[in-house]
């Protein structure tokens, strides 16, 4: 009965009219400790009934192809949740209860699918990179101008004198302990004409308009151009940024620091040092000067709250190393080496309410909670405080075979690969009729409710109100509410 619940061949036959979605990517399965990986394809199909089933192969481990039925799904945003607990079919193993988490937006989709009582997990995903920065770990390098692909220094840069520029940009073997490649970037600054230029890495373009250290025409910039090198564009907004670095002074200065600058803004142009008051930025780091120190790794916060006023999108990401803080400053020989960047997007939830008031037993580490309600659950009546400046929180809610409401609450990172859902199990006691204000007791109190919602529309409860169960509320109800009363 338990597979039968969840499986209507009409939904079915009528879902082959409507149009699938489909995602290609890789399935990582981990089953008793061992983990296996392979290409696999999901297909979505919206079934008749305002669900879907969605259809899984899973070659590894013998697991055979997957069907989930009706399937309920959430959007927000452009962020579509599809959350669900089934009996599935599967080829070596029976009907095993399957959870799954899936979320899609732009034509990809992450996933979590549980099978609790085999241990397995199973992780889905078509993002990849999609939403951090090219080559941020610094891997692949341009042999043409030997800066690494998407970041640049002088070798790249325009202006007159951009070719008597001596800081440096060079490859390094120097990384730190469990660094996911073999090299790091490495910026040094040098003496030119009695002038410190400092060390300079930006995924912007860098340009040498001066001779004069402090001049803005000596600048690190967007160079206003969509789709190029000197653009990194932006689908969700981060949170954090995070940086493996290690900053060697070439003579110790106390007061020296390195810097580290991390801007969102609209894509139209922008540059630092600043020659005026830019207002197409979005949010920025908190922090950034930088110690001398080993290799670390540093998370930065994302600020996108000062930057309010400015009303500008974030569609781009601008971000710069260099040796100091200050152009023309710091010391010949300080050195600033770079790794492992990455942009976090976070999601979770601090607080689940109903009707205003935090949930009996709430706690972020617990995901599954169960109420008692009277009539329909109204998911307006569900709310949550989520973190994550691209968060989406979404709701879903389907009624079981017996009656009951699985009801969703799930929060889901701008990037999709961090999600949370928070069950609700919400039953409803047996209807008792005549309990018109569903205080648990007939009496005179429940007629004069009756009669008021039929001349004034009060709010009732109108299962209890339906005393000849005919699927109105009028006039015949109140007669037999009030011919109970007499008879009893």
């Known amino acids: 009965m338990k597979k039968a619940i969840f499986t209507f061949c009409m939904a079915m036959m009528a879902a082959m009219t409507l149009s699938a979605e489909s995602y290609t990517g890789t399935i990582l399965v981990t089953m008793g400790g061992f983990s296996r990986t392979a290409d696999v394809t999901v297909t979505v199909t919206p079934a008749a009934n305002g669900l879907y089933e969605l259809d899984l192969e899973v070659p590894v481990f013998n697991f055979g192809t997957m069907k989930m039925y009706d399937v309920p799904a959430a959007t927000v945003d452009g962020v579509t949740v599809y959350s669900a607990e089934r009996y599935v079919s599967t080829a070596n193993y029976g009907d095993l209860r399957t959870v799954l988490m899936a979320r899609t937006v732009d034509g990809m989709m992450a996933a979590d699918v549980t099978l609790p009582d085999r241990n397995v997990t199973m992780w889905f995903n078509t993002v990849g990179d999609h ?44 990384i730190h302990e469990g660094a996911s490649g073999e090299y790091s970037a490495v910026i040094t600054a040098r003496s030119a004409f009695g002038t410190i230029a400092n060390g300079t890495m930006t995924s912007g373009r860098l ?14 910039s967007t160079a206003e151009s969509y789709g190029n090198d000197f653009y990194m564009p932006l689908y969700a907004k981060p949170d954090q940024f995070k940086v493996w670095l290690k900053y060697q002074q070439g003579t110790p200065v106390d007061t020296n620091r390195a810097n580290v600058s991390v801007k969102t803004f609209d894509g139209s ?60 400053k710091g010391m010949a020989g300080d050195m600033l080496y770079i790794d492992d960047m990455q942009l976090v ?51 879903s809610m389907e009624q079981n075979a017996d009656g009951s409401y ?47 919602y039929l001349i004034n529309g009060n709010a009732i409860n109108e299962q209890n109100a339906d005393m000849n169960n005919d699927g109105k509320i009028n006039i015949t109800d109140t007669t037999m509410l009030i011919s109970s009363l007499l008879n009893n």
């Open 406 to 452: 699985r009801i969703a609450v799930s929060v889901v990172s701008g990037d999709l690969q961090t999600a949370s859902c928070y069950i609700i199990n919400v039953t409803v006691p047996a209807a008792k009729l005549g309990d018109i204000d569903g205080n648990g007791m007939v009496n005179i109190t429940d007629v004069m409710a009756l009669i008021n």
């Open 207 to 220: 340009n040498a308009g001066s001779t004069s250290a402090t001049n803005t025409n000596n600048n690190a």
């Open 269 to 328: 142009y922008y540059q630092e040092p600043t020659d005026k008051n830019y207002t197409n930025l979005s949010g920025s780091i908190v922090g950034g000067q930088i110690a001398p120190c080993d290799w670390t790794e540093f998370t930065f916060p994302m600020d996108y709250d000062s930057y309010a006023a400015n009303n500008a999108e974030s569609k781009g990401i601008f971000i710069t190393f260099s040796t100091n803080k200050n152009p023309g």
């Open 131 to 174: 939403f951090q920065l090219p080559n941020s770990n610094l891997e692949a390098w341009t042999a043409s101008n030997g800066e690494p692909n998407r970041w640049h220094g002088f070798k790249t840069a325009t202006g007159t004198w951009a070719w008597a520029s001596p800081a440096e940009l060079a490859q390094s073997d120097d």
């Open 345 to 395: 997007y976070l999601a979770s939830m601090t607080d689940l309410r109903y009707q205003g008031t935090t949930i009996q037993g709430w706690d972020p580490a617990v995901t599954t909670y169960s109420m008692e309600l009277a009539g329909t659950p109204d998911l307006n009546d569900f709310t949550a405080t989520i973190e994550g400046a691209s968060a989406v929180l979404t709701k």
